[in-house]
Nanobody, 121 residues
């Protein structure tokens, strides 16, 4: 069982940046893909980004591609999400996740508690 803990959420104006961090504990994540999902009130959970442990594959949703960058440090069991040029539509609770990739789909098996990101106009 992997425990995931996020940090770095907060409030920012549109056009600003935030960096989310997630640290995993309980076991190594060297065989896992790690990434991020988000959920806004009244909306379904949405995939944001993921990176495999080997680093050879990056997955991004179309809505964040070119604005968000995922960083992975397998040795430190961490995954960060650098979010630039934020928009009000990025407002959501962001969840760190660990799991596997099947085809082009990230399938988490463990979740963090989430961290709030609020982007004002």
């Amino acid at each position: 069982q992997v425990r995931l803990e996020e940090s770095g959420g907060g409030s920012v104006q549109a056009g600003g940046s935030l960096r989310l961090s997630c640290v995993a504990s309980g076991r190594t994540t060297s065989d896992l893909t790690m990434g991020w999902f988000r959920q806004s009130p009244g909306k379904e959970q949405e995939f944001v980004a993921a990176r495999t442990s080997s680093g050879e594959r990056y997955l991004y949703s179309d809505s964040v591609k070119g604005r968000f960058t995922i960083f992975r440090d397998v040795g430190k069991n961490t995954v960060d999400l650098q979010m630039d040029n934020l928009k009000p539509g990025d407002t959501a609770v962001y969840y760190c996740a660990a799991g596997f990739v099947s085809g082009d789909t990230f399938r988490p098996i463990n979740w963090g508690q989430g961290t709030q990101v609020t982007v004002s106009p």
